[in-house]
C-alpha cells in the first residue's frame, strides 16, 4: 500500500455543489493530516490541518478523519470555479518531512 | 505576512552543470526542507535540515545534492552535475517549531529547473 493515496481524478462538480475529496494512508504515516491546494505550476497552499478524530471546520472547507479507517477526507461546500485546482494530502511518515499523494484534481464547472 | 521565498523562479541549464537554488525560509523557523515535484507526478521530499545540519534525507538525495546554509537567512541546495531527470519543480519549505508532526510546513514559491 502506498502511504498516502488518492484518486487523480479528475472530480468535476458544478459551481455551487460540495466538492468531497478523500485520501486513505498506511500504518507509517502519524495520525496528523494537511490538505493543500496547488494550482498549476504554483506551490502547495495550505488549506487545513486535522490532528483529531472527527471533523474541523474552517469556513468552506471541512476535513474529517477516521483513524480507525485510515482515512482523512476534505470537503468543499459551495464550490466555485476559483476552487479548480489539484488538492494534496498529507503526513508525516514518522520522520520529520511530509508524505504526499498523488493528489485529486478538482474541475468546478461554472 | 512572513512567506518564504525562492530564487531564481526559472533555472535552465545545461546537463553536467551545478546549479544552487536559494530559499529564504521565513524568519523564525528553524527547520527548513527541500522538496521537488517532476511534472505530472507527486511532491517528493528530498532532505530537512536543522540545526546547521542535515536532520533527514531520501533516497532521492544522493551525493550529486548538497545543502548549506551560508548565512543567517539563506538556504541552498546545489545540484553537483545536473541531469536531465532533475528537470522539475524544487520547492522550499520551512516550520516554525519542534512540535513534530503537527507542524504546518510553509512552501515557497518554487524554482523551475530545466536541465537541457
Known amino acids: 500500500q502506498k502511504e498516502v493515496e488518492q484518486n487523480s481524478g479528475p472530480l468535476s462538480v458544478p459551481e455551487g455543489a460540495i466538492a468531497s475529496l478523500n485520501c486513505t494512508y498506511s500504518?507509517?504515516?502519524?495520525?496528523?493530516f494537511f490538505w493543500y491546494r496547488q494550482y498549476s505550476g504554483k506551490s502547495p497552499e495550505l488549506i487545513m490541518s486535522?490532528?483529531?478524530?472527527g471533523d474541523k471546520e474552517d469556513g468552506r472547507f471541512t476535513a474529517q478523519l477516521n483513524k480507525a479507517s485510515q482515512y482523512v477526507s476534505l470537503l468543499i461546500r459551495d464550490s466555485q470555479p476559483s476552487d479548480s485546482a489539484t488538492y494534496l494530502c498529507?503526513?508525516?511518515?514518522?520522520?520529520?518531512?511530509?508524505?504526499f499523494g498523488s493528489g485529486t484534481r478538482l474541475q468546478v464547472q461554472p | 505576512e512572513p512567506e518564504v521565498t525562492q530564487t531564481p523562479s526559472h533555472q535552465v541549464t545545461q546537463m553536467g552543470q551545478e546549479v544552487i537554488l536559494r530559499c529564504v525560509p521565513i524568519?523564525?523557523?528553524?527547520?527548513f526542507y527541500w522538496y521537488r515535484q517532476i511534472l505530472g507526478q507527486k511532491v517528493e521530499f528530498l532532505v530537512s535540515?536543522?540545526?546547521?545540519?542535515?536532520?533527514?534525507k531520501s533516497e532521492i538525495f544522493d551525493d550529486q545534492f548538497s545543502v548549506e546554509r551560508p548565512d543567517g537567512s539563506n538556504f541552498t541546495l546545489k545540484i553537483r552535475s545536473t541531469k536531465l531527470e532533475d528537470s522539475a519543480m524544487y520547492f522550499c519549505?520551512?516550520?516554525?517549531?519542534?512540535?513534530?508532526?503537527?507542524?504546518?510546513?510553509?512552501f515557497g514559491p518554487g524554482t523551475r529547473l530545466t536541465v537541457l
Open positions: 535540515f536543522y540545526n546547521n545540519e542535515i536532520s533527514e
Open positions: 519549505a520551512s516550520v516554525p517549531a519542534l512540535a513534530g508532526s503537527t507542524d504546518t510546513q510553509y
Open positions: 486535522i490532528y483529531s478524530n
Open positions: 500504518d507509517r504515516v502519524s495520525q496528523s
Open positions: 498529507a503526513g508525516y511518515t514518522g520522520r520529520r518531512a511530509l508524505t
Open positions: 524568519s523564525n523557523h528553524l527547520y
